[in-house]
């Protein structure tokens, strides 16, 4: 290794020569006589003073150069640390976060010193499976995929990898957890399940449906080589219905698959809706066996809407309660279906559908509105509720139900005024503006469905 003092020894020889002519030349003019041995010994002392002091600042110098670049280091890693688009923390044995990301701290809070079960999942123990501790006991890489909650009760999906951090001796002495928000993936992967199960479940009713079509084609042609208009009626009449439940799937898929400009206009009663909509219901509701009521003010009020959306919201849940009444496994049952319409006292508009039926069972219950959810198997799409909840958007509203095992349900939107000059609220409704909840108690199984659910067949 190089001698750090190697550069300063000309140095120190060229003021050991200055020194001794000086101190030579000073005693000379003074009328001193001194020995040369004094003089070099006084000038040497002198000048290997200066020149260790020059050393000694050269030294501090470069030691301050070192410790300003090392500074400049940890900064620079520092902000690395923290604008990297993940959550970083580091914990030691005892799981206690000592080091935290921006990123951290601003969704889970400054959280040093705290154990990270608690922060991430507001548990008291250690997580089943925790990656952090296979990593202190193996020293390898470990991942998991894990359900946490944010400092605002946020819950997000993270896929987290911990990693070890040894120390100088090259022991393990605490471990790095780097987590990932995949949210949103995981969201659109139950969506495209969803799909694929719904396009599953549709192909099966829309086969269902195209055996009625068959059937009824067949007693036509029957009727027809025997001469018989009755039974060309009946067959035509199979035809007739088929077609429609065909026509309404499709609708109810083209209204929820594309982007849609709602058309309000002033003058629209939402009354007069619903008694449409009784009318439609009113002979196949009386055919079940079903009661059909209509509870509307005796001067009902109009105001902007979009018509057709508002119809179609309407038939869904009508179509939904008169299936809940149909699959209501009890016995001997009077069933009755009420639709209300009325004004609460912000002067929003409240729809309400009433069913005496089954009701929706608590364990499936918050499925309600995650798309295509049928517990009918192939008998229902779950389209009926997307278009309900769209519709309920559109117009700045929300959609809330409540139910009871055996007692039936009852689903309620209520819709804001729209304001004369505002074309239609779907670029403000979003999850937030218009949330959707519900109240349920035990309860028997039904869900959306967006059209009449009985297959036809001879």
Partial sequence: MADARAPYRPIAS?????????VAAAL???????PAWLLGLVA????LGVGAFAWRWNRITESTELQDELDRSREHFQHLFDVVPCYISVQNRDYEIVETNELFRKDFGDSGGQRCYRVYKGRESICPGCPIKKTFEDGRIHSSEEAVVTKDGRRAEMIVYSMPIHNG?????????VSTNITEVKRLQRELGMVGAAVAGMTHRMKNILTGLEGGIFVVNTGFEMGDESMVDDGWDMVERNVGKVSRIAKDLLYCAKERDPQPKDGVCPADVLRDVSELYGARAQAEGIELAIEVPNEPTSGRFDEDGLHSLVLNLTANAVDACRFDPATGKKHRIVLRCNEDADANTVIEVEDNGGGIADDVSHKVFRGFFSVKGTEGTGIGLLVVQKVAE???????????????TTFRVVLPPLPPDAPSSSAEADSDAAPVTSSVSSSTSDNA???ERDAESA
Avoid: C, K
Wanted: glycine content about 22%; cysteine-free; hydrophobic content about 40%.
């Fill in 169 to 177: 001796g090259g022991q393990i002495a605490r471990v790095m957890e």
């Fill in 394 to 408: 559109e117009h700045g509203g929300s959609v809330s139900f409540s139910s009871s095992e055996g007692e039936g």
């Fill in 28 to 34: 000379a003019v003074g009328g001193w006589w001194v």
């Fill in 44 to 47: 040497s002392v002198v000048v």
């Fill in 14 to 22: 060229s003021h050991y020569l200055v020194g001794v002519v000086v």
């Fill in 449 to 451: 469905d967006g059209s």
